[in-house]
């Protein structure tokens, strides 16, 4: 669910203008406590939208990441290529608790919508669509668990090579981690426990 500000159309200008910098970063705050997690970039594209900015700038984008950062919000950064010269997505947590355990749910598109960027989504959040699938189907092997929870997220295809692939390797990994996921004698993965 987005948060739903009625909010006064802003020129570019004026959102650069340090003057505004209090009430922006509270906006900022609000928008990761009515929608965490969310990654840095739907924060700022949120922010511009709300304000009636349609075309992003490179100074812009920076007035966006220092107005984040100014929040002070916990986050969590998560990397899906493996890549470890680049700087992963910044998850953003309404606390710090959520961001250590597994999400209580996950989100889908709305019906007829697209569904997030992977890199968007916590891989927190994805190792609840993991479980949920893994429980409901009672096991699965760990390549069709990981295609089945990503058409649970709303990607109609997870090859192997795709970011939602990886996401939901990871939030399998993850899950693993925190003991949510056993092996059970048959090679099925299944949740250990409820959660």
């Known amino acids: 669910m987005r948060l739903g500000v009625p909010l006064k159309p802003m020129s570019s200008q004026t959102f650069c203008d340090p003057l505004y910098t209090k009430a922006l ?8 406590q009515a929608e965490s997690p969310i990654s840095s970039d ?16 490179a100074k812009l984008k920076a007035r966006c990441d220092y107005l984040i950062k100014n929040t002070r919000l916990p986050y969590t ?4 290529d493996g890549d470890e010269t ?19 749910f996950y989100r889908v ?6 569904p997030r960027k ?13 479980i949920d ?6 096991g699965l ?3 069709s668990l990981i295609t089945e929870a990503a058409k649970a997220l709303g990607f109609a295809r997870a090859a192997s090579n795709t970011d939602c692939y990886k996401l939901c390797g990871q939030a399998v990994d993850y899950a693993f981690g925190l003991g949510a996921l056993k092996v059970d004698d048959n090679g099925f993965i299944t949740p250990s426990k409820t959660n």
């Not at 739907?42 to 700038?57: D, F, N, R």
């Not at 950064?77 to 899906?80: G, I, K, M, T």
């Open 25 to 32: 970063t509270e906006l900022a705050v609000r928008l990761v």
């Open 42 to 57: 739907v924060i700022a594209s949120e922010m511009l939208e709300m304000l009636g900015i349609s075309k992003s700038t």
């Open 77 to 80: 950064v998560q990397e899906l």
């Open 86 to 104: 680049r700087e992963g997505t910044k998850i953003f947590w309404a606390d710090r608790e959520s961001s250590n355990g597994i999400c209580p």
């Open 109 to 114: 598109p709305a019906i007829g919508g697209k």
């Open 118 to 130: 992977a890199a968007d989504i916590a891989v927190q959040e994805a190792a609840r669509a993991v």
């Open 133 to 138: 699938v893994a429980e409901e189907q009672m």
């Open 141 to 143: 092997p760990r390549e």
